[in-house]
């Protein structure tokens, strides 16, 4: 699924520093709801947190290296992409972060990305 970026709003999530590695968090703006995730490597991936087979929180599910399994059934979703991995099947959205002064931002969709 693409990741959201052309006219999104950047906002301020958590310090950088603060994230666990492999542990998702759970960040809301507005009405949205994204799982946080800092890989081993130091990466960071933001997904839709809810799962698309029986909504479990993913924030909530196991990291390994790029994926996280949901805590209700243990679908595997691929963090970069928000694709469930073979042989289930959907996918989440995706987030783009970024880091900036040592907090992480996330770009939310605006209201006119959402109706396109």
């Not at 960040?27 to 946080?36: H, K, T």
């Not at 029986?54 to 963090?79: N, S, T």
């Amino acid at each position: 699924m693409n990741t959201q970026t052309e006219q999104s709003v950047w906002v301020q999530a958590v310090s950088y520093e603060e994230l666990a590695l492999n542990t998702g968090k759970t960040i809301r703006y507005q009405d949205v709801e994204v799982a946080l995730f800092k890989l081993q490597s130091g990466k960071l991936h933001a997904i839709q947190n809810r799962c698309p087979h029986k909504q479990g929180v993913l924030a909530e599910g196991i990291v390994c290296d790029e994926h996280v399994f949901c805590p209700m059934h243990d679908r595997k979703i691929h963090l970069p992409s928000g694709e469930v991995q073979k042989p289930d099947t959907g996918c989440v959205q995706t987030y783009a972060t970024k880091i900036q002064d040592g907090y992480v931002f996330i770009a939310f969709p605006t209201a006119s990305e959402i109706a396109s």
